[in-house]
């Protein structure tokens, strides 16, 4: 098992940027892919962004690549989201997700959740 805690969130306006991170323990993180979902008041959780074991593939939502930008650092067991150029409808709470295998982009495919954190981007 693999507890994970996202940090990062906050309030910002639009254009600007945020970054947030999950860190993992437990199990060893290298194992897993990880993923960005979010999910805006009375919407689904939604796909964001999601990350293979060692970095090397990344795969984006079309309303963020470009914007948003995926990474990990296997020796601090922490992935990243980077967040720029953020826009109203950016607004949620974010849960970063870990699964063993292959980076997917649905939700039910991941196993492991964190408890999120929110980022409202105000117009």
């Known amino acids: 098992q693999v507890q994970l805690a996202e940090s990062g969130g906050g309030l910002v306006h639009a254009g600007g940027s945020l970054r947030l991170s999950c860190a993992a323990s437990g199990r060893t993180f290298s194992n897993y892919a990880m993923g960005w979902f979010r999910q805006a008041p009375g919407k689904e959780r939604e796909f964001v962004a999601a990350?293979?074991?060692?970095?090397?593939?990344?795969t984006y939502a079309a309303s963020v690549k470009g914007r948003f930008a995926i990474s990990r650092d296997n020796g601090k067991n922490t992935v990243f989201l980077q967040m720029n150029s953020l826009k109203p409808e950016d607004t949620g709470v974010y849960y970063c997700?870990?699964?063993?295998?292959?980076?997917?982009?649905?939700?039910?495919?991941?196993?492991?959740w964190g408890q999120g954190t929110q980022v409202t981007v105000s117009s």
């Open positions: 997700a870990a699964r063993v295998g292959m980076a997917q982009s649905y939700r039910d495919a991941y196993r492991y």
């Open positions: 990350i293979d074991w060692s970095g090397g593939m990344t």
